[in-house]
């Protein structure tokens, strides 16, 4: 126990080290909410894959596999090719369409600019959507390290939660953006290792990779079956199939992805990033769908009982590794966790103190006042965040199973699914179709967005009834978002030839550069 503390603690003032060093260079807003566009390509890659994993990566995902089996492997499948996509489609085109657009430093603050939303309106939608969603996002964040705190040091849950949600803010509040992606890109680096360590020693003690595989299929030959629950017995249905995928469709609309596509330093290192994001994804969805998949048959081999399945990472290196190794792999799991959790609060802070605060209460607040406003921004909504974890706590769950604010893989999917069903069919009709208009974009936003609340929290109450209501809420609210843009642009006025003259400009040069490319 020893060990992990010292391990722990060492790793944990590293984190508050990166933020107390960049809090100095944090020194204006385009510097705290986007590095002043001068971020190089490893730091932005591994930052923004690190911040889109999460926990979900080390506590969720592997859960699921535990529990289902390969049938869970699907969503993996989704996030690989929605990862390669928003590289190839949207990262370059962003990054120069922002720069172009005004400067836009927040994606509310590129909306606006975009089509030129002199009342504000699309910046106070954006932002309040980014706030209600986060919300539910960073909550996942601190329920997963209460779980981590609590399960490695024996803490109750809730000082578990306090210590967490500290260490987080801590250094968030101090270096800005800068802070947050360079501690992202060393999490990140962590999780790499950590996540092809566990599978590397499982193999090698069951006798190598088909001996394992071969133990594996003889518990439950149905483990390794992609089309069938292993749990259950039942055969994934085509809407489990589509709902999936579809998470691909999520990174269309993450904020704290696309703000990385905005921060890099040269457009042209979008394409290695890509390269190297991509690849990061692969290795990690297929290293921890073994762990998930081989953890199930290493502890029924060593008669290991587990209560919750998103533990089982914790579970097997506990059970494999030295103690020091233990407890700098169990760092991993931190290291995930805080990645994601600094990110949403940073992409929070901006949008309340830039979108809300500036436009609607303080239009000629200065630059430091600003910055301070963020930093108070990242305190509250951690609060708040920390407080819905505490109403997940294991003796708050509900008798018939854990309450939905218990479950890292829920609160996950259902932030994912808000931000991919309110920002991404916007961004991408913002970014390729120039026919898109101020209405047409309101109108998108609100209805991918309200789709999601009401999909999630109501109709798939019907699911039982109505088999359709069980699609994740992402599929519904991504295409109808999708659709009102569409349809609310062509029977709105066109945009203003200032606006379509912009968007050839960008077009133009991304054209150009293609050429030279050839």
């Known amino acids: 126990m020893t060990t992990t503390i010292v391990v722990f603690i060492l790793y944990l003032l590293m984190m508050l080290g990166i933020g107390f060093y960049f809090s100095k260079k944090a020194n204006s807003l385009k510097a705290y909410y986007l590095g002043d566009r001068g971020m190089n390509k490893w730091v932005v890659a591994m930052s ?56 836009s430093i927040t994606l509310p603050d590129f909306f606006s600019n975009r089509f030129r939303d002199k ?3 699309l910046r106070v939608i954006s932002a ?53 992606s360079w501690t992202d890109f060393v999490q990140g680096m962590m999780m790499l290792i950590a996540v092809c360590l566990v599978p590397t020693m499982i193999f090698s003690e069951g006798g190598g990779f088909a001996q394992t595989i071969q133990s594996v299929n003889s518990l439950n030959p149905a483990l390794f079956n992609m089309f069938t629950n292993a749990q259950t017995g039942k055969a994934v249905t085509l809407l489990a199939l589509i709902s999936s995928l579809a998470w691909g469709l999520g990174y269309f609309g993450m904020p704290h992805i696309l703000v990385r596509f905005m921060s890099i330093k040269d457009p042209e ?14 290795i990690c ?15 029924d081999a060593h008669g290991i009982v587990i209560d919750d399945p998103e533990k089982i990472f914790m579970v097997l290196v506990q059970s494999l590794f030295h103690p020091v190794i233990a407890s700098i792999l169990m760092a991993a799991i931190l290291a995930a966790i805080m990645s994601t959790a600094d990110s949403q609060l940073l992409v929070s802070a901006s949008a309340f103190s830039n979108d809300l605060y500036k436009h609607l209460f303080r239009k000629n607040a200065s630059n430091k006042e600003m910055m301070w406003v963020s930093r108070g921004i990242v305190v509250g909504i951690a609060v708040l965040a920390g407080t819905l974890a505490y109403q997940g706590r294991p003796d708050a769950a509900v008798q018939h199973g854990k309450s939905f604010l218990d479950v890292v893989m829920s609160l996950v999917s259902f932030a994912w699914a808000g931000f991919g069903s309110t920002f991404g069919p916007l961004m991408l009709l913002a970014l390729f179709w120039k026919r898109t208009t101020f209405a047409g974009a309101i109108s998108g936003m609100l209805v991918g967005g309200i789709t999601a609340f009401v999909w999630k ?16 809420e992402l599929v519904p609210g991504f295409f109808l978002s999708l659709a009102t843009i569409f349809v609310v642009s062509l029977c709105t006025k066109k945009p203003s030839q200032e606006i379509v003259d912009e968007f050839d400009m960008v077009e133009k040069t991304h054209l150009n550069e293609i050429e030279v490319r050839k």
């Not at 535990?66 to 949207?90: A, Q």
């Not at 539910?136 to 040091?153: E, I, M, N, P, R």
């Not at 809730?158 to 500290?166: N, R």
């Open 457 to 472: 929290f109501y109709l798939s109450g019907f699911a039982d009834s109505c088999e359709i209501f069980g699609l994740y």
């Open 269 to 282: 290192d979008i394409k290695h990033s890509r390269r190297i994001a991509t690849t990061w994804v692969i």
């Open 285 to 299: 969805l297929i290293a921890v769908a073994f762990i998930g998949l081989i953890g199930r048959y290493y502890t």
């Open 48 to 103: 923004a894959q690190a911040s889109d994993m999460s926990g979900w990566l080390l506590m969720g995902l592997p859960g699921a596999i535990y529990f289902s089996g390969f049938s869970e492997v699907w969503i993996g499948v989704g996030l690989v090719i929605g990862t390669y996509v928003n590289w190839k489609i949207v990262g370059r085109r962003l990054r120069k369409y922002s720069h172009f657009c005004g400067d």
């Open 128 to 180: 309040v959507f980014i706030l209600a969603f986060f919300l539910f996002y960073t909550t996942s964040g601190f329920v997963a390290c209460a779980k981590l705190f609590s399960t490695v040091f024996g803490m109750s849950y809730s000082s578990a939660l306090i210590l967490g949600v500290a260490v987080v803010v801590s250094y968030t509040f101090l270096g800005g953006f800068l802070a947050v």
């Open 119 to 121: 009342r504000g309106i």
